[in-house]
């Protein structure tokens, strides 16, 4: 049980005793000048002094009567007979307690250091105050005694790996636990803190090596899907850069050829009869300068005889 008067307010009550003594004595020797009268004076001021309690908001109260459950009560001011009636302050605020670290054998056979954490608080009504204090004795070291056999229980069926991963499942699990076997004790667990799980020292080396490996692992893999990519991504630069030069190139022979179509086409249009009399007057001077005898048929003109021997044919002139 938790008794309001701690250390600390037993030294704050001590000057109210003491200055009331001597207030009574004092007070009584003026008044009757007899010193057994003072000290019985004196003595019955300390008995009252001494029943004095004040409960703060963080506490509720419970009083017996010759050991029995009076009545119980809020934070303010208190008397009680001294040695006949007991006055007991429970604090209901929250509290952390540690449950002490602990070596596990894990599923996988190795030594695991266990801490956990377990965050509690009484009740504030009537009757989960009274079962704090008469249906547990000393809760606290109960609670963290509870957390470490659950801790056992819940981390002896889990591989070390699967324990370092699963920290949430643990807390969650060991909550249930608590919640339920602490319903009869007056008090709320509020949560539970998985501190640290440590595998031993040799393990850890290795586990950290192994760690250590696998991300070398992935950064070569990373390292050679960049590279990859990279020249992947110049080869496909290329092939666009020489379909880009083909692509010109048709182009160009394209426009060549179109441009040598318009040109036979302009020159058929245009130029085919022109060049066909020139070729015949060149063959007519010719024939004239070399005394080329030409017999003319009836009908004809020398420059179509004429180019006809040059292989011109001439359409014929429709009149």
Do not use: C
């Not at 029995?68 to 605020?93: C, D, H, M, S």
């Not at 069926?157 to 602490?182: C, F, M, W, Y």
């Not at 010109?248 to 036979?264: C, H, M, P, S, T």
């Amino acid at each position: 049980m938790a008794i309001l008067a701690t250390e600390n307010e037993q030294s704050a009550n001590l000057p109210l005793v003491i200055t009331g003594l001597i207030v009574a004595g004092v007070l009584t020797y003026l008044a009757t000048r007899n010193i057994v009268y003072t000290i019985i004076a004196m003595i019955l001021a300390g008995y009252l002094l001494l029943g004095i309690r004040i409960v703060r908001p963080t506490h509720r109260v419970l009083v017996e009567f010759l050991g029995k459950y009076q009545r119980f009560g809020g934070p303010g001011f208190y008397w009680v007979l001294p040695g006949i009636q007991k006055l007991y302050a429970v604090n209901i605020t929250e509290k952390m307690v540690n449950a002490t670290r602990q070596e596990i054998i894990t599923a996988d056979n190795l030594n695991a250091t266990v801490d956990a954490q377990v965050y509690f608080k009484v009740k504030p009504d009537e009757e989960n105050v009274k079962r704090s204090q008469y249906n547990v004795f000393n809760y606290e070291d109960q609670i963290v005694n509870l957390a470490r056999t659950t801790l056992r229980n819940i981390i002896g069926t889990l591989s070390l790996k699967s324990a370092n991963s699963e920290r949430s499942r643990i807390n969650d699990e060991l909550g249930k636990v608590l919640k339920t076997e602490t319903l009869s004790w007056g008090i709320e667990i509020v949560r539970t803190e998985l501190k640290e799980i440590q595998p031993p020292t040799d393990v850890q080396e290795t586990m950290n090596k192994v760690v250590k490996a696998e991300n070398e692992k992935i950064a070569a893999v990373d390292f050679a899907t960049a590279r990859e990519t990279e020249a992947d991504g110049l080869r496909r630069a290329a092939i666009k850069q020489a379909e880009g030069v083909k692509q010109a190139k048709i182009l160009e022979a394209e426009g060549q050829a179109e441009a040598i179509r318009l040109v036979n086409e302009a020159a058929e249009r245009y130029f085919i009869g022109n060049a066909q009399k020139l070729k015949a007057l060149e063959v007519t001077e010719s024939s004239l300068r070399n005394s080329t005898k030409v017999v003319v048929p009836s009908g004809q003109q020398i420059v179509n005889v004429i180019g006809e021997l040059a292989g011109i044919t001439t359409p014929p002139r429709q009149d």
